[in-house]
């Protein structure tokens, strides 16, 4: 499958974007969706991951209440809305499919990436 990101910016401390990822070359419906993030000199980090059909959600704890994710199976498609945000929430963010559901904060049990978009917050 293939992953595009785009929606990241530069934007305000306290101000919001939404991420989309679209997919394609195969049912994106059979994937778990993930978002990650990585700073410059950090790991990549996992931010958030959605179920096949949307029913579960999991998040990073820094970013519960302020970041939302969502999907639109019918458009291949995977969102991050994120709202109030922080300087460190500065990073390049990529989403990811994963064809089980199991260990989602896990870099490693991702199989097709995206090839990032950077979000940078200023103060």
């Known amino acids: 499958v293939q992953l595009q990101a785009s929606g990241g910016g530069l934007v305000q401390a306290g101000g919001s974007l939404r991420l989309s990822c679209a997919a394609s070359g195969h049912t994106f419906s059979s994937y778990v969706m993930g978002w990650f993030r990585q700073a410059p000199g950090k790991e990549r980090e996992f931010v958030a991951a959605?179920?096949?059909?949307?029913?579960?959600?999991y998040y990073l704890d820094s970013v519960k209440g302020r970041f939302t994710i969502s999907r639109d199976n019918a458009k291949s498609t995977v969102y991050l809305q994120m709202n109030s945000l922080k300087r460190e929430d500065t990073a390049v963010y990529y989403c990811?499919?994963?064809?089980?559901?199991?260990?989602?904060?896990?870099?490693?049990?991702?199989?097709?990436w995206g090839q990032g978009t950077q979000v940078t917050v200023s103060s």
């Open positions: 959605i179920s096949f059909r949307g029913v579960n959600t």
């Open positions: 990811a499919a994963a064809r089980q559901a199991a260990y989602l904060r896990d870099v490693d049990r991702y199989d097709y």
